[in-house]
C-alpha cells in the first residue's frame, strides 16, 4: 500500500518546466475515517498550503458531528475553503462544487501557496482537478417530486429503459446504481437531452494524488469507534437541531448515513442499538464504494496513516513542488487522529 505509482508522481516531474501546464496541487484522499483532514493540515503547514475541502456533506452548514467536519482548532490556523457554504435545506451539486472550489483553489494560488484538495468525494475531486464539464440541464421539480417516490430498484430500472449506457456507468462506478441522487439526476438529464452525454475534460491542476486507507479490520474497527465518539459528544443533537430548524426527516434521509440513520432514531423506526449496528454496516458499505471509486485513478500513491509513513510521503510532495519544506514538525497520530475521536 505505501508504494507511489510511478506513473503519476514520474509523469509530473517530467513535464514540471513547461509554462503550458496547469498550477499544481495536492490531492489528499481515500476512504472515510482515515485522517485524511490531519495529513492534510500537516502537509499544509509544511509545503505552505491551504485546503479546499472535497465533501459532499461537508459544505452545509450544521452538519458538523455527523460529517466529521474539522473544527478550527484542529485547523491549526490553516485556511479551509468550501465548509459552510450552503443551507441543508437546499441541494448543492457537483457543477455549483467545480466552480466555486475552483475560485477558492484559484484565490490560493494568487497568496502564492499550494492548493490541498482534501475529501473522500470522488465525483468532487474528479470535477475541480479534471474540470469536468457537466450537462447544463436544469432541475426538474416536478420530476424530482414523482421520482422521490419511486424505490431505489425502480430508478435504476427506469435509468435502464431511458439510458442503458448511463446505467452500466454508475454500475461500475462505486455503487452509482444504489445512489438515488445520482439516479434522480441521470433520469433528469437523460429524459431532458435523451441520454447522459459523455463528461468533457479540461484538467485544472497538474496534481499528486496521496491516498490513505487501512486494512478491512481496522477500518472496521474505527467506524465503530468514531460512531460510538460522535454519538458521545452529541451527534443525535445534532440531528434534533437540524431538524428542529426546519430540515425535514426526508432531506436527512438523502444525506444518508449518518444523518439518514439519525433520522430513522428521532422518527422512532430504530433504536439507538439498533442505529449503531446499521450504521456500522452502512458506512462500511460506503466505504467499499470509495475504494473502488479511488481505484479508477491509478496515479494515487497510497500509505497506510501511520507516523512511519509521513516521511515517505513528505518526499513525495518535495519532489513533486520541487520547493524546500518548511521547519514546522509534523507527525501522524497513529490511530489517534480526529477522524477516529470526532
Request: hydrophobic share 35%; with cysteine.
Amino acid at each position: 500500500m505505501e508504494k507511489a505509482n510511478k506513473n503519476g508522481l514520474g509523469g509530473s516531474m517530467a513535464r514540471s518546466a513547461s509554462p503550458t501546464l496547469p498550477p499544481k496541487a495536492i490531492v489528499v484522499c481515500g476512504p472515510t475515517s482515515t485522517g485524511k483532514s490531519d495529513l492534510a493540515v500537516l502537509l499544509a503547514k509544511k509545503f505552505n498550503g491551504e485546503i479546499v475541502s472535497a465533501d459532499s456533506r461537508q459544505v452545509y452548514r450544521g452538519l458538523n458531528l455527523g460529517s466529521g467536519k474539522i473544527t478550527k482548532k484542529e485547523m491549526m490556523g490553516v485556511p479551509h475553503y468550501m465548509l459552510d457554504i450552503e443551507n441543508p435545506k437546499k441541494i448543492y451539486t457537483v457543477d455549483k462544487f467545480s466552480k466555486s472550489a475552483l475560485k477558492s483553489a484559484q484565490e490560493i494560488l494568487k497568496k502564492n501557496k499550494i492548493p490541498i484538495i482534501c475529501g473522500g468525494t470522488g465525483m468532487y475531486i474528479d470535477a475541480l482537478v479534471d474540470g469536468v464539464i457537466y450537462p447544463q440541464v436544469l432541475p426538474d421539480k416536478k420530476l424530482r417530486k414523482e421520482l422521490s417516490t419511486y424505490t431505489t430498484e425502480d430508478l435504476y430500472k427506469k435509468l435502464i429503459a431511458l439510458d442503458n449506457n448511463r446505467a452500466e456507468q454508475l454500475k461500475n462506478d462505486g455503487g452509482g446504481q444504489f445512489n438515488r441522487m445520482r439516479l434522480i439526476r441521470s433520469i433528469e438529464i437523460a429524459e431532458k437531452l435523451g441520454a447522459v452525454p459523455p463528461l468533457v475534460k479540461n484538467p485544472n491542476f497538474e496534481a499528486i494524488f496521496i491516498g490513505l486507507d487501512f486494512d478491512d479490520k481496522t477500518m472496521k474497527d474505527r467506524i465503530l469507534l468514531r460512531i460510538r465518539a460522535r454519538m458521545k459528544k452529541g451527534m443525535l443533537k445534532e440531528a434534533e437541531r437540524l431538524h428542529s430548524e426546519g430540515v425535514s426527516f426526508k432531506r436527512m434521509h438523502e444525506f444518508g448515513l449518518e444523518y439518514g440513520h439519525m433520522a430513522s432514531v428521532l422518527e422512532g423506526k430504530i433504536t439507538k442499538t439498533e442505529f449503531e449496528e446499521l450504521l456500522a454496516k452502512d458506512i462500511w458499505q460506503f466505504v467499499k464504494r470509495q475504494r473502488t471509486w479511488f481505484k479508477k485513478r491509478q496515479e494515487i500513491a497510497w500509505f497506510k496513516p501511520l507516523p512511519a509513513n509521513f516521511k515517505k510521503i513528505e518526499s513525495l510532495v518535495k519532489r513533486f513542488l520541487n520547493v524546500k519544506v518548511h521547519s514546522t514538525e509534523a507527525k501522524i497520530k497513529n490511530g489517534k487522529n480526529r477522524s477516529t475521536i470526532n
